[in-house]
């Protein structure tokens, strides 16, 4: 998962970042990560994120609701994160790392 580093490498700190990346790894890459959202009822802010306009926010409260908190408190112990900045960290980087995915509007062809 090369492409996250370069995206967020260097932007975000090393705890985040792990983060970031394993929720990546364990839930389908951009694909997996973006059908869950869309799934859990948070289509409107991943579509802004995949798309050029302007990214809509997702709050940690959020996030908790989307993943349910036995896959949250799953990507926090194998990070070494506390749960609630587990939470945090998805809301503020996610967004970011999709945006930055995307540049052309879609996901990656796989």
Do not use: C, R
């Not at 990214?55 to 749960?83: F, H, R, V, W, Y």
């Amino acid at each position: 998962m090369g492409w996250l580093k370069g995206i967020l490498g260097g932007v975000i700190g090393a705890q985040a970042f792990a983060l970031v990346k394993d929720y990546f790894d364990k839930h389908g890459g951009i694909d997996g990560v973006v059908a869950e959202l869309e799934k859990t009822g948070y289509g409107q802010q991943v579509k802004s994120w995949v798309g050029t306009g302007a990214n809509l926010p997702i709050s940690a409260e959020d996030i908790k609701q989307a993943l349910g908190s036995e896959k949250l408190k799953s990507l926090a112990e194998s990070t070494g994160i506390p749960l609630d900045k587990a939470a945090e960290y998805l809301a503020q980087h996610l967004p970011t790392a999709i945006d930055k995915a995307t540049p052309d509007g879609h996901l990656p062809k796989a």
